[in-house]
């Protein structure tokens, strides 16, 4: 149990290596609901590496639905699939107190995602929301860039590691014009969405006109020297990003020239930029 100065962070992650745990299954989160629904001292819970599945997820929406204080829940990694990420999303329809949720790497699939985007439509309080390895859609992923031009509390989400399929950089389009029209996001995390040279074009084109966006990451992806002429050349006078992730691209010797030129002579606000290779 980690204690804040304002608020408690109930932490019963299932991949402690410190201490032997046995992990929460489901049925043991009906036990967690029951105590947690009206307590006014917990504002945040992390289970995640657990064994809660579809079941855990229906008594996790009923917390969302009775507690009051609650904001910051880790589901992170918890065999939910789509029906549980159902019921999740549904029950933010109504809440407004959760500020930070973790759905990483629970496989709730396109039909998951559609229910998430569909809620970030009608909830306007949840600030980050983690959906990455989750299998979504090329479906959903633009069903969020369509609802993120107009929400206006996310400040940050993650939409890693979708299930795309050919080679058109769909979703990078889309989310490069979601870029265009939103004005409130600061994080967005797209790795290994099969960008290349055309696709951090379409970003950087978003990135003249968004002022907003303080941290991309494009890693584990296609980009090529290519594309850092692009970066290179936006970077001169965007001046609100602060972290570029690159990581895990084909940036070479050549791309990482054009960036540094830029950093040494135009660039004053970027603050990291990730370039590692292999």
């Not at 933010?92 to 790497?105: D, E, F, S, W």
Request: aromatic share 8%; hydrophobic share 40%.
């Amino acid at each position: 149990m980690c204690i804040g100065l304002e608020r408690i962070t109930l932490n019963i992650a299932g991949n402690s290596r410190l201490t032997p745990v046995e992990r929460v299954t489901g049925e043991d989160f009906w036990i967690l609901y029951r105590i947690l629904k009206k307590n006014p001292y917990i504002t945040g819970l992390d289970v995640r590496y657990n064994l809660l599945s579809d079941v855990g997820a229906y008594y996790a929406a009923r917390l969302l639905q009775k507690q009051p204080y609650l904001i910051y829940l880790n589901l992170m990694f918890n065999d939910i699939g789509p029906e549980g990420g159902e019921l999740i999303a549904k029950a933010l329809h109504k809440n407004k107190i959760l500020k930070h949720l973790k759905m990483t790497g629970n496989k709730i699939e396109n039909k998951g995602g559609m229910c998430f985007a569909a809620m970030l439509q009608i909830n306007s309080s949840l600030e980050k929301l983690d959906l990455g390895d989750c299998d979504l859609g090329m479906q959903s992923v633009i069903a969020f860039a369509t609802v993120l031009t107009q929400n206006q509390t996310i400040k940050g989400i993650n939409l890693n590691r979708p299930l795309l399929y050919g080679e058109q950089e769909e979703s990078t389009v889309h989310l490069g014009h979601m870029l265009k029209e939103n004005h409130c996001l600061v994080e967005l995390h797209m790795c290994k969405h099969q960008i290349k040279t055309d696709g951090i074009r379409q970003l950087c084109d978003a990135l003249y006109l968004n002022r907003s966006l303080r941290y991309l990451d494009v890693s584990c992806n296609k980009i090529t020297h290519d594309g850092m002429v692009y970066l290179a050349d936006v970077l001169k006078s965007n001046t609100t990003l602060e972290v570029i992730d690159l990581s895990f691209n084909r940036i070479e010797n050549a791309g990482a020239n054009y960036l540094s030129e830029t950093l040494a002579s135009h660039n004053r606000s970027l603050k990291a930029l990730v370039w590692f290779y292999i």
